[in-house]
């Protein structure tokens, strides 16, 4: 399951976006720093429209989608990379996660107290990131003094060592291991070492529900720092999520609607996220159950089916294959296969996003 971590300065949203999006979630949201030790996680399922369409079509017993796991992890201060405001338990907490949700306050307000006594989102993302940094050079820095014991007589070793020394370079010039132009066989050398700088990450500007559709001229600085380190950024209210949550599924949209914006924070934050790691969604549907799937763009038919279960993919034959347009179309499966619109697809078949599968396979 995607695992997205929720990090900032203390007193930004977190815990109040997180409690939003996990509606039964027990994060408490109060006005002082660390009322947040403990991560909190929440399991929160992808909204996906099409679900509930091929539903209907395959007249489902229960539609199943995917879900996507959010870690509040505490507020992080300057010196958290030395332990500063428990922050070696908080960054450890980070390194367990695919991808990183920072917020950034861009809201003002006489209630809420800033840990730095006003609000400069330049300044907190500075802090942040040059904490995930120092902490990212202490762990190279102690790989680097092991790695050259094994150096002077293993190749492998010598190959590590050099691509530790490229990233000790990059994170004492005070920038993130993603800026190290790193090739294939590198990337592949320093994944075991969940690095922070190297996590994907979305910067999610917190503002007040009436800068919500249009930002305000914080919003403007974050998103040309997103910019510049070619990450995604997705403005959000927490207070707005918070009433969200309070409304009824029916009142949800007008009020939306009301505040110039068309969806909320959860959907826009999810299809960032999931464009940011490169994901795609195809579907299984049936009487019993239609079933969202997520997998990794490039993924072939097998490797899909072994999403599933291993079995599908040791023992794959073929994928009776549909896109999801076609089906809608032809309303039903009956009429698709009539249209012949219903592909038989081997082993090097490339899914492609919103394809519906039946796996054949050998037990």
């Known amino acids: ?4 971590g929720i990090v900032g300065l203390p007193n930004v949203g977190k815990s109040t976006l997180f409690n939003a999006l996990v509606a039964n979630a027990k994060a408490e949201a109060a006005n002082f720093p660390f009322c947040t030790i403990e991560p909190n996680v929440g399991v929160v399922t992808v909204p996906d429209e099409r679900l509930n369409v091929l539903t209907k079509i395959s007249n489902s017993g229960q ?9 509040d992890i505490a507020g992080l201060v300057k010196g958290a990379s030395k332990g500063e405001g428990l922050g070696n338990q908080f960054l450890s907490n980070i390194r367990e996660v695919d991808a990183i ?16 006594g006003s609000v400069d989102p ?7 990131n040059l904490e995930l940094a120092l902490s990212d050079l202490a762990q190279v820095e102690r790989r680097i003094e092991r790695t050259k014991k094994q150096a002077r007589t293993s190749k492998e070793a ?41 996590k994907p990450t979305i910067y999610a500007p917190n503002v007040s529900e ?31 999520e918070s009433e969200l949550i309070e409304l009824p599924e029916e009142e949800i949209a007008d009020y939306l609607k009301s505040l110039g914006v068309e969806e909320g924070g959860l959907k826009s934050l999810i299809k960032a996220t ?8 195809y579907f299984t549907t049936g009487e019993k159950e239609t079933k969202a799937w997520t997998i990794k763009a490039g993924m072939l038919a097998p490797q899909a089916a072994g999403v599933i279960h291993t079995d599908f993919e040791r023992g794959f034959i073929r994928a009776e294959t549909i896109a999801y347009e076609d089906l809608v179309t032809s309303g039903s499966m009956t009429a698709a296969k009539e249209k012949g619109l219903l592909r038989s697809e081997g082993k090097d078949y490339l899914v492609k996003e919103g394809d519906i599968m039946l796996f054949r396979f050998n037990v």
């Not at 330049?122 to 942040?128: A, E, K, L, N, Y």
């Not at 010598?158 to 800026?179: D, P």
């Not at 999931?274 to 969604?281: D, I």
Request: net charge negative; hydrophobic share 50%.
């Open 210 to 240: 009436d800068d919500l559709a249009n930002g305000n001229d914080w919003v403007e600085k974050v998103r040309n720092i997103a910019a510049a380190e070619n990450a995604q950024i997705v403005v959000i209210s927490a207070q707005v």
């Open 63 to 71: 539609t199943v989608p995917t879900r996507i796991e959010f870690v």
């Open 122 to 128: 330049v300044r907190d993302i500075d802090v942040i």
């Open 158 to 198: 010598q190959a590590e060592l050099e691509v530790l020394e490229k990233l000790e370079a990059v994170l004492n010039a005070g920038k993130s291991v993603k800026m190290a132009d790193l090739n294939e066989d590198e990337c592949l050398i320093i994944k075991p070492l969940n690095l922070l700088t190297y």
């Open 274 to 281: 999931y464009q940011l790691l490169g994901l795609r969604t």
């Open 1 to 4: 399951m995607l695992r997205a």
């Open 101 to 116: 949700v920072q917020v950034v306050r861009c809201f003002d307000s006489e209630d809420i107290i800033h840990v730095s």
